[in-house]
């Protein structure tokens, strides 16, 4: 299953190229590499294995732009030419920062530039069991830019779903009318809906084949309170999936990959929504590495806390509200908080195709 941690890796490994291209203002060099050269030696690549750490933030105007919305542990197996991809829930409580994972990346910016990477790659090593050899964080800004300079993308929307409660950037302190004396008793109430109705936007999607610019298209994919089935994690990655599929297909055909007009104006719509680990020296190898994955095999995996009225299990529980966890809403292993053992075991087994005793189903 292909999703749009799958779009991050994938156009970020071209973006790395066109920096190359944009700084030195040669195309031919770029293009001989990404066509002919098939060498790859990336330095912190441990034997034929990279591990990359996708994150994709609000950033811009939404309220906490540095929190990754987007959390994916990428494995690719160089020699199998084949993309393990998983996908972690933002709310995994993390007793080491005392907070959610998706808070690492703030935390750690916040202390210090770099250290969003540095704290986040950390984070997730040690919930995955996994080295983590790069890290790439993503702007949700550079999506929508990106999307609209190709011309949109055609997306079949599987289900028609609406989603009453998607947040509207910059308005997430918005009264909207109530008195100052009734706002902190308000910020508690159960439905934010109904307390701020203001703060969010209705959205809605037909089943069928749907033209979306990058704005719709990310509505798309960040739906989290849809109706039905279609509130799920495990359905919003499955639209996620196709989002990606459609943009992929675009960025890679000759009509955009061989065009140094289109490619330089790609790189330069988004090129502030980016920040990486990935040394300047080792562009050239990810260039390489986005032509060898073109084609590979790709499997992924949802860890989160199941779907029981489809019998669908999961390796996370959520455990009731309380001090031990801010009083916050989060996920732990199901085995029990900060014990990560069987999660470990599950994704070794899902990278090394052994057979395992470990299921998400309980």
């Given at each position: 299953?292909?999703?749009?941690?799958?779009?991050?890796?994938?156009?970020?490994?071209?973006?790395?190229?066109?920096?190359?291209?944009?700084?030195?203002?040669?195309?031919?060099?770029?293009?001989?590499?990404?066509?002919?050269?098939?060498?790859?030696?990336?330095?912190?690549?441990?034997?034929?294995?990279?591990?990359?750490l996708l994150l994709g933030i609000a950033g811009g105007k939404h309220e906490g732009p540095n929190l990754s919305d987007t959390i994916i542990f990428a494995s690719?197996?160089?020699?199998?030419?084949?993309?393990?991809?998983?996908?972690?829930?933002?709310?995994?409580?993390?007793?080491?920062?005392?907070?959610?994972?998706?808070?690492?990346?703030?935390?750690?910016?916040?202390?210090?530039?770099?250290?969003?990477?540095?704290?986040?790659?950390?984070?997730?090593?040690?919930?995955?069991?996994?080295?983590?050899?790069?890290?790439?964080?993503?702007?949700?800004?550079?999506?929508?830019?990106?999307?609209?300079?190709i011309g949109g993308l055609d997306v079949n929307v599987e289900n028609s779903f609406d989603d009453f409660e998607y947040p509207i950037a910059g308005r997430e302190d918005d009264p909207c009318d109530n008195k100052p004396e009734d706002l902190e008793k308000l910020a508690t109430a159960s439905s934010q809906l109904e307390a701020f109705p203001c703060r969010y936007e209705h959205i809605h999607f037909d089943k069928?084949?749907?033209?979306?610019?990058?704005?719709?298209?990310?509505?798309?994919?960040?739906?989290?309170?849809?109706?039905?089935?279609?509130?799920?994690?495990?359905?919003?990655?499955?639209?996620?999936?196709?989002?990606?599929?459609?943009?992929?297909?675009?960025?890679?055909?000759?009509?955009?990959?061989?065009?140094?007009?289109?490619?330089i104006g790609l790189y330069s719509a988004v090129e502030q929504s980016i920040d990486t680990d990935i040394a300047q020296a080792e562009f050239d190898d990810f260039i390489k590495l986005a032509q060898k994955f073109q084609k590979a095999k790709i499997e992924s995996v949802v860890l989160d806390y199941g779907d029981r009225e489809n019998d669908r299990g999961g390796l996370l529980t959520h455990p009731p509200i309380s001090s031990m966890y801010n009083f916050e809403w989060v996920l732990v292993p199901r085995i029990g908080s900060d014990n990560y053992s069987e999660i470990q075991e599950f994704i070794r087994c899902e990278l090394t195709q052994e057979e395992c005793i470990v299921s998400q189903i309980p």
């Amino acid at each position: 299953m292909l999703f749009k941690k799958l779009f991050i890796l994938f156009f970020l490994i071209v973006l790395l190229g066109l920096e190359v291209v944009v700084k030195t203002g040669s195309v031919t060099p770029f293009l001989f590499q990404f066509i002919f050269d098939k060498n790859i030696n990336l330095k912190k690549a441990d034997k034929d294995t990279i591990n990359i750490l996708l994150l994709g933030i609000a950033g811009g105007k939404h309220e906490g732009p540095n929190l990754s919305d987007t959390i994916i542990f990428a494995s690719l197996n160089t020699k199998e030419s084949k993309v393990t991809l998983v996908s972690l829930p933002r709310d995994i409580w993390s007793s080491d920062i005392d907070s959610k994972v998706n808070t690492a990346y703030a935390r750690g910016e916040a202390k210090r530039d770099g250290g969003g990477l540095i704290l986040a790659k950390s984070v997730i090593s040690k919930i995955t069991g996994q080295p983590i050899d790069y890290a790439i964080v993503v702007d949700f800004s550079g999506f929508v830019n990106a999307v609209d300079l190709i011309g949109g993308l055609d997306v079949n929307v599987e289900n028609s779903f609406d989603d009453f409660e998607y947040p509207i950037a910059g308005r997430e302190d918005d009264p909207c009318d109530n008195k100052p004396e009734d706002l902190e008793k308000l910020a508690t109430a159960s439905s934010q809906l109904e307390a701020f109705p203001c703060r969010y936007e209705h959205i809605h999607f037909d089943k069928g084949i749907t033209h979306m610019d990058g704005e719709t298209s990310l509505k798309f994919v960040r739906s989290r309170h849809a109706k039905g089935g279609e509130g799920t994690d495990f359905s919003r990655s499955q639209r996620q999936e196709k989002v990606i599929r459609a943009f992929m297909d675009k960025v890679f055909s000759p009509k955009i990959i061989i065009n140094p007009a289109k490619l330089i104006g790609l790189y330069s719509a988004v090129e502030q929504s980016i920040d990486t680990d990935i040394a300047q020296a080792e562009f050239d190898d990810f260039i390489k590495l986005a032509q060898k994955f073109q084609k590979a095999k790709i499997e992924s995996v949802v860890l989160d806390y199941g779907d029981r009225e489809n019998d669908r299990g999961g390796l996370l529980t959520h455990p009731p509200i309380s001090s031990m966890y801010n009083f916050e809403w989060v996920l732990v292993p199901r085995i029990g908080s900060d014990n990560y053992s069987e999660i470990q075991e599950f994704i070794r087994c899902e990278l090394t195709q052994e057979e395992c005793i470990v299921s998400q189903i309980p």
